[in-house]
């Protein structure tokens, strides 16, 4: 009987072992976590959806509040209305403001300068979100732009 209630324990073991995650058993590392972004937009801007999905596709996790007013957004995180688009976001401790492509907010996540956040004023077309169907070939010039806490700016990228 005491060899039958060792072997029983030993068995329960290697299940418990096997039924482990495999990063338990191993020393690998988790793969790391897709950073999020806070994402304030209008229920009604076809645009706003599209550039969410732009940064879904290009690894980040996404929560979008629906707002019809996020200019009251943008002024509590401190973006200057110059600087103003047509939704605004939050990633790393930085603010987001429009259109901003999706590979310079992971240049920044990864740089991690000293600033609020990108912009991308107004709306340009070509930029993400701003490139559907509907507008063509058309690929306007845009600046991605790094906005300082005192509300100065300077060229971060250009497109």
Not at 97 to 116: D, F, I, N, Q, S
Request: proline share 8%; charged share 20%; aromatic share 8%.
């Amino acid at each position: 009987m005491k060899f039958v209630n060792q072997r029983r324990r030993e068995w329960c073991f290697l299940g418990l072992m096997l039924a482990l995650p495999v990063h338990a058993q191993s020393s690998s590392p988790l793969p790391a976590a897709k950073p999020l972004v806070e994402v304030w937009k209008s229920p009604y801007c076809g645009c706003c959806k599209d550039w969410v999905t732009h940064l879904q596709k290009n690894g980040f996790a996404v929560k979008v509040t629906e707002t019809v007013d996020t200019a009251s957004q943008r002024e509590k995180l401190g973006m200057p209305a110059q600087y103003g688009s047509c939704h605004t976001a939050r990633v790393g401790g930085y603010v987001i403001e429009g259109h901003v492509p999706a590979r310079e907010m992971h240049r920044l996540l990864k740089e991690k300068p000293k600033a609020l956040g990108l912009a991308v004023p107004a709306m340009p077309i070509g930029s993400p979100g701003m490139d559907g169907p509907e507008y063509g070939n058309r690929r306007d010039p845009y600046q991605v732009l790094l906005v300082e806490r005192d509300g100065r700016a300077t060229v971060y990228q250009s497109y």
